[in-house]
């Protein structure tokens, strides 16, 4: 086994599976926090509501799980939010891995950029990111209505009503808001620069 993909209460984790096998990694899809704890990486993707995702893995007590891993974590869509502090999608407390509130979008200025994104965007790479310097301004796939503002541990950035972030990482958190698993060759060379992390 190459990863671990979380399952839990939220769409998408088995397009990341196929994902995966499509570069040659080997992935189990699973709820088990022993199997989740003993993984050489971790991958937490998902599509949802950020409010009933927490609280499946609170029930579960996945939250507790993800803090405490040491292994690389790659978090995905709602995946990348749920590793942030509050989410103001239900005003939902979240795990709190990165210390950054989770926003929804605000398109009174610009009404004719709908909420939510949904297609293609360019993706800037900051220096030192995990994403690879190579992928800087390819394009990724995003469908989302909430993002994580910039701040220092952006590690891609892009731009839809505002600059925000489409990457992040911290110690061995990493995390996109856009779906690599849906993002072509672009979403193919980060999910192998993940799995040699």
Request: hydrophobic fraction near 40%; aromatic fraction near 10%; charge should be negative.
């Amino acid at each position: 086994m190459d990863a671990a993909i979380i399952k839990y209460n939220a769409g998408n984790v088995f397009s990341v599976e196929c994902a995966l096998r499509r570069i040659g990694a080997e992935a189990i899809v699973t709820d088990d926090p022993e199997v989740i704890t003993r993984a050489p990486r971790v991958i937490f993707p998902g599509v949802g509501e950020a409010s009933s995702a927490m609280a499946h893995l609170r029930e579960h007590h996945l939250d507790s799980v993800i803090k405490s891993l040491q292994c690389p974590v790659l978090g995905i869509c709602i995946g990348m939010q749920l590793l942030c502090k509050h989410s103001q999608e239900g005003d939902t407390d979240c795990i709190g891995i990165f210390d950054l509130p989770v926003l929804r979008f605000d398109n009174s200025d610009t009404p004719e950029l709908k909420i939510p994104q949904m297609g293609w965007n360019t993706i800037s790479v900051t220096p030192g990111s995990f994403v690879p310097a190579e992928c800087d301004k390819r394009f990724a796939y995003f469908v989302h209505s909430y993002y994580v503002p910039l701040n220092m541990h952006t590690s891609a950035v892009t731009d839809y009503i505002i600059p925000y972030s489409a990457a992040l990482q911290k110690d061995n958190f990493y995390a996109t808001q856009f779906h690599p698993e849906k993002s072509g060759d672009t979403g193919e060379t980060i999910l192998k620069k993940f799995m040699e992390l």
